[in-house]
């Protein structure tokens, strides 16, 4: 019984949802249809009357310029003396002149008859001249002594015109008429290319001047056969078939809804398009101005708008479902929990326990792995030292063979009393010794394993160190080292046995690389630029292959037939843990140039350079 109530509930609450879904549809789509509609007719209403305008202001351009050219006695004495080829020469290019400078299609003068006896175009092959257009309405009007108005298309050049005509009096007798032909694609011009459509048809719907080239003397509306007579009659658009464009709704009135059959037009275009028609008469000029705006936006605000409704009430019903789902989960929970408390707390002791065995784990991979990076690091300064060996033996060689000599001559001067000079060699054993020591400090200290902690350190002491170190190489190798450090002390964070075999392991390379020079010479300088301490190792050897740049820090990477490839990646590694870089680049003029960045300690220096 609880089941079925709970059931009619839940129907009686759907049916609700479903009811203001509904109206809150039917009222919004109303409300912007009805603000979309006016909004879009007070808009394209300015639209018509600038287009309107326009075309005013388009054809006052010329209306006048017919009567002024009726008055001029070069007219006049063309049509009185229409056989004196002299006086109609001069009159053709007096037409011309004006009609550049009123920038028209065609200027010409007709005599009595409707004959052309002058034009502009008279040096052309399409001229008028010779043509009778005494069955033009602009001719018969004119002729009767009042200004004419016309528009059609022309018969000798094809192309459409709008006509003004003005008859020429002389002695209260009309003797000729000048008219002058504007081009109608001057109206069309600054209209190409909007949203809108712009039409001018005449009385029969026919339109003349369009945005839209393609309804160019098309019929908005069907012709009967005595509108197509008097078409071809008047020869308004002289033998060109008139198509009908498939446009339904009422054409006569203003701020109506016209719809557009595509299907009729192009068979790929099965959707109609929906106009909303704005429309104004020139009662004088016989035609009607008409914008066509496509209320396709509209549409799509309104299905945009139930778009946004439905989702909307999604979301509430949505929302609603989870709000009632998370109701039942927890009434679920609570009981759930008191059963699964007990549970829980025994997972949770032996997933801390297994937690507790992985951390001692990582610890002890953690620790293994610093043991074994140390081994590394240990490893590759065991490489150098094994590479500076023979140079090293060298140096303590000489010194012993020197202390031999000397001990051999120090019994000789003994025997013969000569203690002076005994003392002497014995000086001198003193010092060799000395020196032998020194080399053999230097080796301990570079070969003792680091203990990794970081601590202020001055740069140039290691620098040094490390120079002392290869002292021996270097004179092995006959290689020149110079230094260019600062006198003020600068200080970094840093681990000075790591960074010293960092230091020797980049003199050795870059030994190696000048190994075929000519001319050996190692730069090292110690610069400091925004608070970075740069320490700069520059040779003159082969220099680095562009294709190993990208790869010369990756582990196990080497040029070399002997190495392991772990020199560099090391090193890199190591100043990482010193928040520093290493990187390495070509010099523009030969070698390569490994720079270290370090950044200083700025408690502890001076900042005077």
Request: proline share 3%; hydrophobic share 40%.
């Amino acid at each position: 019984m609880a089941v079925l109530i709970m059931d009619s509930l839940r129907r009686r609450v759907t049916l609700l949802w479903l009811f203001l879904y509904c109206l809150t549809l039917l009222v919004s789509i109303h409300w912007l249809w009805q603000y979309s509609y006016q909004q879009l007719q007070i808009t394209n209403q300015q639209q018509l009357d600038r287009f309107s305008r326009h075309i005013d202001s388009q054809l006052d351009h010329f209306s006048f310029i017919p009567q002024l050219l009726s008055r001029q006695g070069i007219i006049i004495n063309a049509l009185m003396a229409s056989d004196n080829s002299a006086q109609l020469d001069l009159t053709n290019r007096h037409l011309n002149t004006i009609n550049t400078i009123v920038g028209a299609s065609d200027t010409y003068l007709l005599d009595k008859d409707g004959t052309t006896i002058a034009a502009s175009n008279w040096n052309k092959k399409s001229t008028f001249i010779g043509n009778n257009f005494a069955f033009r309405p602009y001719y018969q009007d004119a002729i009767q002594g009042s200004p004419g108005r016309y528009f059609a298309l022309g018969s000798t050049s094809g192309k459409r015109g709008y006509y003004f005509s003005y008859p020429v009096n002389y002695a209260a007798e009309t003797i000729g008429v000048v008219v002058i032909k504007m081009n109608l694609s001057l109206i069309e011009k600054d209209w190409a290319g909007k949203e809108q459509s712009f039409l001018v048809t005449d009385l029969n719907n026919v339109v003349f001047i369009s945005s839209e080239i393609k309804w160019l003397y098309h019929s908005l509306s069907p012709l009967s056969e005595q509108q197509k007579n008097d078409l071809r009659e008047t020869r308004r658009y002289l033998e060109r078939k008139i198509d009908y464009v498939p446009i339904s709704g009422n054409l006569n009135t203003n701020a109506d809804l016209l719809k557009l059959d595509n299907k009729k037009l192009d068979n790929k275009k099965w959707l109609p398009t929906y106009y909303l028609s704005l429309i104004k008469a020139f009662d004088d000029e016989q035609w009607n101005v008409r914008v066509l705006a496509p209320i396709t936006p509209i549409l799509f605000d309104i299905l945009l708008l139930f778009l946004l409704i439905t989702l909307l009430y999604m979301l509430l019903y949505l929302t609603l479902i989870l709000i009632k789902q998370k109701q039942t989960r927890h009434q679920e929970q609570v009981l759930a929990e008191i059963k699964s408390k007990q549970k829980l707390e025994f997972t949770v002791m032996q997933r801390t326990s297994a937690l507790q065995a992985e951390v001692e784990e990582r610890h002890k991979a953690e620790a293994a792995l610093r043991s074994t990076q140390k081994e590394l690091i240990q490893s590759a300064k065991l490489a150098v030292l094994g590479q500076l060996s023979a140079s090293i033996s060298h140096e303590l060689n000489n010194p012993l063979s020197a202390i031999r000599t000397y001990a051999e001559n120090a019994v000789l001067f003994l025997e013969r009393d000569k203690l002076d000079q005994v003392s002497n060699n014995l000086s001198r054993i003193t010092h060799l010794t000395e020196r032998m020591a020194k080399i053999s400090s230097q080796l301990k200290s570079f070969a003792r394993k680091s203990n990794g902690e970081l601590k202020i350190i001055a740069l140039q002491p290691v620098i040094l160190a490390a120079h002392e170190l290869l002292k021996p190489q270097l004179k092995a190798n006959r290689t020149e080292l110079t230094m260019h450090l600062p006198k003020h002390s600068i200080k970094v964070k840093a681990e000075p046995i790591q960074l010293e075999q960092i230091v020797v392991n980049l003199l050795s390379n870059a030994l190696q690389s000048m190994q075929y020079s000519d001319h050996k010479l190692i730069e090292i300088e110690l610069i400091v630029e925004s608070d970075i301490a740069k320490i700069k190792v520059l040779d003159q050897g082969t220099g680095i292959d562009e294709a190993h740049l990208p790869h010369l820090f990756e582990p196990f990477f080497t040029t070399k037939e002997t190495g392991l490839g772990l020199g560099l990646s090391i090193s890199q590694q190591i100043i990482n843990n010193m928040q520093g870089t290493l990187t390495a680049k070509n010099r523009v003029s030969s070698g390569a140039e490994f720079c270290i960045s370090l950044p200083v300690n700025n408690n502890n220096i001076n900042t005077k350079q």
